[in-house]
């Protein structure tokens, strides 16, 4: 079943390659649409089904035994969150990109190939299938920024992205590999070395496994002072690259700390979760002061990804330092976690479609270049307007409820730090007020051709279908948070009595 | 000795090389030369008769033939290695030999070097070793001096030079070991050793390994591997920096097991030249701007690697396994990187840029080779890296291991920089297409496929590996 979910999108790729190469983007993009829309339909019926406590849908193959390496699947309720909004984002980029005409074959082919590997880093139960599916993730979003982005700087842009997550990836590695010659037996198996806890003492040779996993983590989420890859990544890439690389590939450093990271190596977690705190709160301070400076719109954006991750990992750092004393703030901090990281993945995949759908109308994303947008598309503005909010966290919205289990958590921790966070939610909720303000109000304005008017046209179906439904789950999250809630929470439990071991 | 065994049936790969080089200079001599393939098909011919022979030797339990050849899963491997890489070597160079005026005698001289290197890898007498290490060395010298242009004889002349230095430091290392030990052959040397005088038979075993250190490229034997792999053509190159140095570390590796640790601590002496070997290695190949001084340099940082398998050889059984599959990998992976470089006219890695758009599946097959030889998963490298560690670490070399880590992690910056500027924008000059290989380049995507299947597959291969 699981390897199903997750190896149909590259089936349905190895099917599409058969097809003739003809220019009619349709015949490449529905099909993805509806590879989409079929995982959605299994991975409901997981969630159906998830049992209570421990992995669902486990499945186990040796692959090579004598080096301790298995492909072992599995899913709970920390991974089939992540799961379901990885999909939804894809199909909302596909909805998106329904009329791709720049080489769509191998656009859809590469993004199908995305999908694969996105799922199979949140199923992944071993350290190697891990890295694997998260090396690919980086390979197959190099060639997605590379041949399809804007500028003429894409090709460098994306080969800096490359450089600075393969370098990160091997730091991954490299502790995987310290973890791996601890365990007795030798073995990659994420469940077997939890049970294991071959670093239970902490000492350097865990703190150095902590050390580069951590480091392998930082670039991918990014935390500052790693973020630099960032901005030109997104500000080069396509839209639906932009949404899937925010909403999605960002998410596996994070879910790499509370599935690896944490369980894994839990003195070492509890003794450094300081560093981790104040990692986070300098990256919510730094990326919401940078984001406020932007006059790029999607670059704006970009940083507030820095901004919303840092919370994640104020979460994850707070539960380390409460590990063994308070049981409930834990408890929020990391089921806060987790839920930011859907709820981020859907407001800023949503955010980042409106800004493609801006660029397409005005090829430009400078935000002093446009005005008065809510008298000319009032769809547009509106969708915009409450994806920003959402962003912002007000309260209705997935974003509040994350953030207010992450606050609540962290404060009995390091009241300090969690005040430091809150200005950030200031700050972000300013700068997207400005950015409203400035592009949606005030009298018309947009970028235009001299002497040839272009036309700006409201929000097509194609484009309200890939993005409406994203904010819709947003504001379901924030209005009925339980069904995910009561998904996560049990899983965070496990979670947090591995760490407080 | 009662029991002799002596069936020449069990030498088939190794006759089938000899009989493939004899055939290749005297069919080649009787062909005009416009219809020199055909020694090539034959010699591609003999070495499927060998890999035949071998997967049927391999079935059978171990034993030793003329007393002094040992037929073992080391052997076996070996044979398979070896083999695989002649015919993929002799294949994918067919476009810069062509035509060639010496065309039959590369052929010929791949094949001795190849029956050469197999030869170590299974002699188990000091005398046959020497023998051996004669026949890997000679032929590849002419081999070395095939092109005949400027740097090639200077090359060769460098390569026979210190070869010959070597040649003669090895035996005097074996009349020494001979000395003390009073016998020749592997199963009486450590009874010998027992008893006769420690200090000769610790510098007669040092000279010895002197003589492998010198074909295996490691340091301090490693001065001839930049010069000659760049002065060379590089199929010639991928010959000379593949095919001897899996001979002489599995020669080593047979020798060393045979020498008690108590007599001579050779464990850290190869843990040493290991840690040399690697580190220094990588440190040359930091600030070169030729790829085949570059890749020659890396071959000398991956010898290091394999001779941390060799330094806790007697201390683990997973160092056999992972010895025979670091060996397998190294081999793919190296060759799949010379015929990269030999299917393109370019030879610094500036005028690599822009590779990626003109050939992207040459520079996709380069990238997979290169990031092979830092040892990413699921290349087969990573496989033959992550055994040596476990091993290192298993056998209670772990700062060899972290030594080694270190040196994976700071040799991704030299490779990195290559891998680079494939993906730039295209140089401004164009291409020459005419001065480009397609048999390279397929050899190229070949090799990076087969070190992918390598790597997946490798649950399945390292068992085989492990059997004794």
């Known amino acids: 079943m699981l390897s199903i979910v997750v190896f149909l999108p590259a089936v349905v790729a190895l099917a599409l390659a058969a097809l003739p190469d003809t220019s009619t983007p349709r015949r490449y993009t529905v099909p993805w649409v509806v590879t989409g829309l079929v995982q959605l339909v299994l991975v409901a019926v997981m969630w159906l089904q ?155 040779v865990a703190g150095a496994a902590l050390l580069a996993i ?15 890859w960032l901005p030109p990544a997104h500000t080069e890439a396509p839209a639906a690259g932009s949404a899937v690389l925010a909403g999605v590939l960002l998410k596996m450093g994070t879910y790499g700390f509370v599935r690896i990271a944490m369980p894994l190596l839990p003195a070492s977690w509890r003794q450094f ?19 406020l400076a932007q006059t790029d719109l999607k670059r704006m954006i970009a940083y507030t990804s820095v901004n919303h991750m840092g919370y994640v990992l104020l979460g994850v750092g707070a539960a380390g330092l409460v590990a063994e004393t308070d049981a409930q703030a834990r408890q929020l901090a990391t089921t806060g976690a987790v839920t930011q990281m859907v709820s981020h993945g859907l407001i800023t995949g949503a955010l980042f479609l409106l800004a493609g759908a801006l660029h397409e109308r005005g090829r430009t994303y400078d935000m002093g270049a446009y005005g008065g947008l809510a008298a000319r598309t009032p769809r547009f503005a509106g969708l915009f307007a409450v994806a920003a909010f959402a962003s912002l966290g007000l309260p209705g919205f997935s974003g509040f409820i994350a953030e207010f289990q992450i606050f609540t958590g962290a404060l009995g921790a390091t009241p300090v730090a969690t005040a430091i966070a809150v200005v950030g939610i200031l700050l972000t909720a300013g700068l997207f007020l400005v950015a409203l303000s400035r592009m949606l109000l005030g009298g018309l304005r947009y970028p235009d051709a001299p002497g040839t008017p272009r036309p700006f046209p409201d929000l097509r179906a194609r484009e309200l279908a890939a993005i409406v439904p994203l904010l819709l789950l947003a504001t379901l999250i924030g209005l009925v948070p339980r069904t995910l809630l009561d998904t996560i929470d049990p899983a965070s439990r496990v979670l947090n009595e591995l760490v407080a071991r | 000795m009662v029991m002799m065994n002596e069936d020449p049936a069990t030498l088939i790969p190794e006759l089938a090389l000899l009989a493939g080089a004899v055939l290749a200079v005297l069919v080649g001599a009787w062909t005009p030369r416009r219809r020199q393939g055909r020694v090539r098909v034959l010699a591609l011919v003999a070495v499927g008769v060998g890999l035949i022979g071998t997967i049927t030797a391999a079935t059978k339990p171990p034993s030793t033939t003329f007393d002094t050849y040992v037929l073992d899963t080391t052997t076996h491997a070996v044979r398979a290695i070896v083999l695989v890489s002649v015919a993929l070597i002799l294949w994918w160079s067919r476009d810069a030999v062509a035509a060639h005026p010496r065309e039959s005698e590369f052929t010929a001289l791949v094949l001795l070097g190849g029956l050469g290197a197999v030869l170590m890898a299974g002699a ?46 090895m035996l005097a290392g074996t009349t020494l070991l001979y000395g003390a030990a009073g016998t020749t052959g592997y199963d009486t040397l450590p009874e010998g050793l027992a008893t006769g005088a420690a ?146 006219p370019a030879r610094t890695v500036d005028e690599f840029r822009g590779l990626g758009r003109r050939r992207p599946l040459l520079a996709i097959a380069l990238v997979v080779s290169l990031l092979g030889l830092v040892g990413t998963p699921p290349t087969a490298v990573f496989v033959g890296k992550l055994t040596a560690f476990t091993a290192a670490f298993d056998g209670g070399m772990a700062w060899l291991a972290v030594l080694a880590a270190v040196n994976t992690v700071a040799s991704l910056f030299y490779y990195l920089r290559w891998i680079a500027p494939l993906f730039r924008d295209e140089s401004p000059e164009p291409a020459d297409e005419s001065s480009e290989s397609r048999t390279a380049r397929h050899g190229a995507v070949t090799a990076a496929t087969l070190s992918l299947v390598l790597g997946v597959a490798a649950g399945l291969i390292l068992p085989l590996f492990a059997a004794s």
Do not use: C
């Open chain 2, 124 to 169: 188990a007498d000091l005398l046959l070793l020497f023998a051996a290490f004669l026949l890997a060395s000679v032929p590849l010298y002419a081999l070395a001096g095939w092109a005949k242009s400027g740097a090639t004889t200077e090359a060769a002349l460098k390569y026979y030079l210190s070869g010959a230095f070597a040649g003669v430091t």
């Open chain 1, 214 to 228: 951590g480091m392998g983590l930082a670039v991918k989420t990014p935390l500052v002072p790693f973020h630099t």
């Open chain 2, 199 to 344: 200090g000769p038979a610790a510098v007669g075993l040092v000279a010895v390994l002197a003589g492998l250190a010198f074909k295996a490229g490691a340091v301090p034997a490693h001065f001839w591997v930049p010069d000659v792999t760049d002065g060379t053509p590089p199929p010639v190159a991928a010959v000379l920096t593949t095919i001897p140095k899996i001979g002489a570390l599995a020669a080593m590796w047979r020798l060393l097991l045979d020498v008690p640790e108590d007599i001579v601590p050779w464990p850290l002496l190869i843990a040493v030249i290991a840690a040399v070997s690697m580190s220094l290695g990588n440190l040359a190949a930091f600030s070169q701007s030729s790829v085949l001084r570059l890749l020659a340099y890396s071959t000398v940082s991956q010898v290091g690697y394999v001779l941390i398998i060799i330094a806790v050889g007697a201390r683990t059984p997973e160092a056999q396994p992972a010895l025979l599959f670091y060996l397998a990998a190294y081999a793919l992976t190296n060759i799949g990187a010379f015929a990269a470089v030999a299917a393109h």
């Open chain 1, 50 to 204: 998830l049992p209570p406590s421990g992995y669902g849908f486990v499945e186990q193959v040796a692959w090579i035994p004598s080096a301790g390496i298995s492909y072992h699947l599995g899913v709970d309720g920390l991974s089939l969150p992540l799961v379901a909004m990885t999909v939804v984002v894809f199909t909302a980029a596909a909805i998106y990109s329904l009329r791709e005409h720049q080489r769509p074959k191998s656009y859809v082919l590469l993004f199908l190939a995305l999908q694969t590997v996105s799922v199979g880093v949140f199923v992944a139960l071993d350290l190697i299938l891990f890295f694997l599916f998260f090396d690919l993730s980086i390979v197959f979003m190099y060639f997605v920024i590379a041949g399809w982005g804007q500028g003429s700087r894409a090709r460098s842009a994306a080969l800096t992205f490359f450089l600075y997550t393969f370098l990160g990836s091997l730091a991954l590695l490299l502790g995987f590999i310290l973890i791996y010659l601890a365990a007795t037996p030798h073995t990659f198996d994420i469940p077997a070395l939890a049970a294991q806890n071959p670093l239970t003492a902490g000492g350097p």
């Open chain 1, 273 to 291: 979760a300081g560093v981790v705190v104040v990692l986070g709160v300098v990256s919510v301070i730094y990326g919401a002061l940078v984001a």
